[in-house]
């Protein structure tokens, strides 16, 4: 069954969102944590989360930064050969 988002005029995130409900609704999804950035603020919003489940998305958060780090230094060094 599609998903439907339709009401949101930021086309930017829409996308992002829609295929994110798509890939969770062929999973058994338990948990969803919703992070989102405006000018002024962080917004957060959890499902079915507890403080444990909080820490397991915190650290997949801190693992991410360190793969984007490992990766964006590889190029640099990449870069800098040439």
């Known amino acids: 069954m599609?998903?439907?988002i339709l009401d949101t005029e930021n086309s930017e995130y829409r996308e992002f969102m829609q295929e994110a409900l798509?890939?969770?609704e062929k999973m058994?999804?338990?948990g969803i944590a919703i992070i989102?950035?405006?000018p002024d603020n962080t917004l957060t919003g959890y499902w079915g989360?507890?403080?444990q489940?909080?820490?397991t998305v915190k650290d997949q958060i801190?693992?991410?930064i360190i793969?984007?780090?490992i990766h964006n230094v590889g190029y640099v060094l990449k870069e800098k050969k040439k």
């Open 67 to 69: 793969d984007e780090y």
């Open 22 to 24: 798509n890939m969770m």
């Open 49 to 51: 989360m507890e403080l």
């Open 28 to 30: 058994e999804v338990v």
């Open 2 to 4: 599609p998903n439907w």
């Open 53 to 55: 489940d909080k820490q």
């Open 36 to 38: 989102a950035l405006t």
């Open 62 to 64: 801190e693992l991410d």
